[in-house]
T-cell receptor, first 115, second 108 residues
Framework: DTGVSQDPRHKITKRGQNVTFRCDPI?????LYWYRQTLGQGPEFLTY????????KSRLLSDRFSAERPKGSFSTLEIQRTEQGDSAMYLC?????????????FGPGTRLTVL | GIQVEQSPPDLILQEGANSTLRCNFS?????LQWFHQNPWGQLINLFY???GTKQNGRLSATTVATERYSLLYISSSQTTDSGVYFC??????????FGKGTKLTVNP
């Protein structure tokens, strides 16, 4: 169990550019989640996958955001035409719900700064 | 949607002191987790505790689901306990809903 990994850890970009983040979940975890956290707030849900199917999306996920999990393993989150308001920590989590536990495990996050 | 309130928002302790953090939620939940977020932003799992009581070393947690609250107890606090503690719940959907956190500072 190597934990959830995310890449890159930090990203600085200029407004209007596109960025893509990657998340590798814990192996055998069939659920993968994306959250966003801004300064002083708790993480907010963006979207989640069960295997390769994207089953729920938040209203926070505007049409500039797209997420994929093509083979049910790693996932990518792309933000097109970035805006300064997109600056945040983007967190990925994974889980494998069992009868007595449904713990989500979080990665270290990707900190995005839009200049 | 479900609302989560954590108290107190800030807590300052001397090393060795005990503390209690509270999490209130507005509806029935089937998942409740406590996390510690370290200064680098990593969310560290403390407890999965939708009901009942659990203990792990100096930390323990109790959730009373029927009364819609959970408590996190930290005993004999250490400077390494500093950080933000989050409560997060899952109700009718698969997403975790987080509170705003309790920022704990433990002074030597």
């Amino acid at each position: 169990d190597t934990g959830v990994s995310q890449d890159p850890r930090h990203k600085i970009t200029k407004r209007g550019q596109n960025v893509t983040f990657r998340c590798d979940p814990i192996s055998e975890h069939n659920r993968l989640y994306w959250y966003r956290q801004t300064l002083g707030q708790g993480p907010e849900f963006l979207t989640y996958f069960q295997n390769e199917a994207q089953l729920e999306k938040s209203r926070l996920l505007s049409d500039r955001f797209s997420a994929e999990r093509p083979k049910g393993s790693f996932s990518t989150l792309e933000i097109q035409r970035t805006e300064q308001g997109d600056s945040a920590m983007y967190l990925c989590a994974s889980s494998r719900p069992l009868r007595y536990t449904d713990t989500q495990y979080f990665g270290p996050g990707t900190r995005l700064t839009v200049l | 949607g479900i609302q989560v309130e954590q108290s107190p928002p800030d807590l300052i302790l001397q090393e060795g002191a005990n503390s209690t953090l509270r999490c209130n939620f507005s509806d029935s939940v089937n998942n409740l987790q406590w996390f510690h977020q370290n200064p680098w932003g990593q969310l560290i799992n403390l407890f999965y505790i939708p009901s009942g009581t659990k203990q792990n070393g100096r930390l323990s947690a109790t959730t009373v689901a029927t009364e819609r609250y959970s408590l996190l107890y930290i005993s004999s606090s250490q400077t390494t306990d500093s950080g933000v503690y989050f409560c997060a719940v899952k109700g009718g959907s698969e997403k975790l809903v987080f509170g705003k956190g309790t920022k704990l500072t433990v002074n030597p």
